[in-house]
């Protein structure tokens, strides 16, 4: 939240650098303040929940998939033994069993399987195996497909769930992301009000300065003829020069405003925040992801669209789009370390090559590749002198 507080603490100091001019009282900076507490305190809480439910998602959608090849497998496996066990019913039935003990063998009914089990007693070893294995075979299928129906029921319940938090979670970030704006729409207002404020007076100092030079040049010219009266000869110690020698011909004090410290861009080898806006988010490293993965980042929750800005001063190193990670930057900062921005929305005008200073906004957030629709997030990973990947979360708390 260093944005908004940044915002705030500038908003302070433009009330104190020019009481006239400022329109944001004490009371309207408190409230503020308490707004953006607030509404990150919740959206802090509601992230915590969705990550968890984030994912217990992946958890069972790799669950799902296990078990839906090891039904298909199953079913496979018993096409075969069908087959085998018709031959096997046929030799039975010529030997010593009936057709109706064989009934007993090709259903599926719990009681019927229990006596056609008492049956298999009287069939030879051979048979047994063959018979068992089938059995076997058909109670796995019957579990697993209990064992797919409820996860997919609970992954529909966990999908209900992220919706709803993802909602308030967006809820929150968006009256967050609102506090911020009009605080930096004010503040922008009166810091033009404060420059424009600081031209005038540089330039009525000027006109002062411009009058009184002349006011002193005119008195000097006027009073010389009376020092000289009486010595007309030209003997003067000037050579006969008696006006006062020209003003200082240097230029005025340049009028037009100084130049802005505070670059948009946080220049100068400063460090940013990678969200720049309200953001929300969790240690999620090493978290269960898709397709048995393991999170390799963190992922900042905020407001559809938020700005994302460039964490060091550095270079755009790639430009990328894929079904995993969407809109991607490859980010390398001058001290040798990269960074990984993925699921963007869109990019911010940049080109690979371009170099830019820390705050430079690159990017904006949003749910391309495989993020959920509804969740819009930047996944941010960290990777030292750009090898492995570490737990950015320390940083990106530092940083924000």
Not at 330 to 347: I, N, P, Q, T
Not at 384 to 396: K, Q, R, V
Request: proline share 5%.
């Amino acid at each position: 939240m260093k944005y908004l507080r940044l915002a705030l603490a500038l908003l302070v100091i433009a009330a104190l650098a020019t009481p006239v001019i400022a329109q944001v009282t004490d009371e309207d900076l408190e409230e503020a303040r308490s707004v953006v507490d607030e509404a990150q305190s919740r959206a802090n809480e509601v992230a915590a929940d969705l990550n968890a439910a984030w994912a217990r998602q992946a958890e069972l959608e790799d669950q799902i998939t296990v078990l839906g090849e090891s039904i298909q497998q199953a079913k496979e496996n018993l096409v075969g033994s069908d087959e085998r066990l018709a031959e096997l019913a046929v030799e039975l039935y010529m030997g010593k069993t009936s057709g109706e003990n064989i009934e007993l063998i090709f259903n599926t009914d719990s009681q019927t399987i229990e006596a056609g089990t008492e049956y298999l007693e009287t069939v030879s070893g051979t048979e047994e195996a063959e018979i068992n294995q089938l059995l076997t075979t058909r109670a796995r299928l019957e579990s697993e497909t209990e064992l797919l129906a409820a996860a997919e029921a609970e992954e529909t319940e966990v999908a209900k769930e992220l919706e709803t938090l993802s909602a308030q979670i967006q809820d929150e970030l968006s009256t967050a992301q609102g506090a911020y704006d009009q605080l930096y729409e004010q503040f922008l207002i009166e810091e033009e009000a404060r420059r424009q404020a600081e031209l005038e007076r540089q330039r009525r100092e000027e006109a002062e300065r411009r009058a009184q030079e002349e006011r002193e040049r005119q008195a000097t010219t006027t009073t010389q003829p009376d020092d000289d009266s009486g010595s007309d000869d030209g003997g003067s110690d000037d050579g006969g020069n008696d006006e006062e020698p020209p003003p200082d011909t240097e230029p005025p004090p340049d009028t037009e405003p100084p130049p802005d410290d505070d670059d948009d861009d946080g220049g100068g080898g400063g460090s940013a925040c990678p969200v720049a806006g309200p953001v929300s988010f969790t240690d999620t490293w090493g978290a269960p992801r898709s397709g048995g993965r393991a999170h390799q980042g963190v992922d900042m929750l905020g407001a559809y669209g938020t700005p994302l800005a460039a964490a060091f001063d550095g270079t755009i190193a790639r430009l990328s789009s894929s079904s995993l990670g969407g809109v991607t930057i490859w980010f390398a900062s001058d001290a040798g370390d990269e960074f990984y921005y993925a699921h963007l929305d869109s990019y911010a005008g940049i080109s690979e090559g371009q170099h830019v200073s820390a705050g430079t906004i690159i990017g904006y957030m949003g749910t391309s590749g495989n993020a959920p629709e509804g969740t819009p997030h930047l996944h941010w990973e960290y990777h030292p002198g750009g090898g492995g990947a570490i737990n950015p979360t320390p940083l990106a708390s530092q940083l924000c």
